[in-house]
Nanobody
Framework: QVQLVESGGGLVQPGGSLRLSCAAP????????MGWYRQAPGKQRELVAR???????NYADSVKGRFTISRDNAKNTMYLQMNSLKPEDTAVYYC??????????WGQGTQVTVSS
């Protein structure tokens, strides 16, 4: 049962930008805090950006000032605008709720590779 679908990843040079999209059930993104997570090879999945139903946002220090999380409730879509990308941003990016009790089945994620 597919609930979360990430897209928009790809190969980009350092300093470049990407915009990731997450299609999620509307009832979820309108009620629960949502987040973008990433997992690099050999590392644990980490939350990099969070947005509440009211629009408040939080970012991991590693991406603060470079990434912007947003959502379009009418389109049931959440976004992650990534600017000034660095090689260390290379990871598979996932979306999900940012509330452990309401975590949905993880999607396949979208690969972001920052390299020359």
């Amino acid at each position: 049962q597919v609930q979360l679908v990430e897209s928009g990843g790809g190969l980009v040079q350092p300093g470049g930008s990407l915009r990731l999209s997450c299609a999620a059930p509307g009832i979820i993104i309108n009620i629960y805090p949502m987040g973008w997570y990433r997992q690099a090879p050999g590392k644990q999945r980490e939350l990099v950006a969070r947005i509440t139903s009211g629009g408040s946002t939080n970012y991991a220090d590693s991406v603060k000032g470079r990434f912007t999380i947003s959502r379009d409730n009418a389109k049931n879509t959440m976004y992650l605008q990534m600017n000034s990308l660095k090689p260390e941003d290379t990871a598979v990016y996932y979306c999900n709720t940012a509330l452990s009790a309401t975590t949905l089945n993880w999607g396949q994620g979208t690969q972001v590779t920052v390299s020359s």
